[in-house]
Each structure stands twice: as C-alpha cells, then as structure tokens.
C-alpha cells in the first residue's frame, strides 16, 4: 500500500507537459493533501 501510494504522488509531480516546467515538489503534494484532509 504504502509503495503504491509513494509512486502515486511521484508521478503526480513527475508529470511533463507543454509550457514551464513545474516548481512543485512531492512535499508539496503532500502538503496540498493535508491541507485538503483538514478542511473537507
């Protein structure tokens, strides 16, 4: 479970798209998770 989660949030922020690469890291997604577990 817990590997599967890990390579979930790497490749949320791994993703390559047209335009400025990203600035967020996978702490920020955890960050962002958080926040929205917090705050329903």
Known sequence: MAST???FIQEIAGKKAPGPSTT????HVF?????MS???
């Open 24 to 27: 967020f890291t996978v702490f």
């Open 38 to 40: 917090q705050k329903p």
């Open 5 to 7: 989660l890990k390579k």
């Open 31 to 35: 960050y962002a998770l958080e926040l």
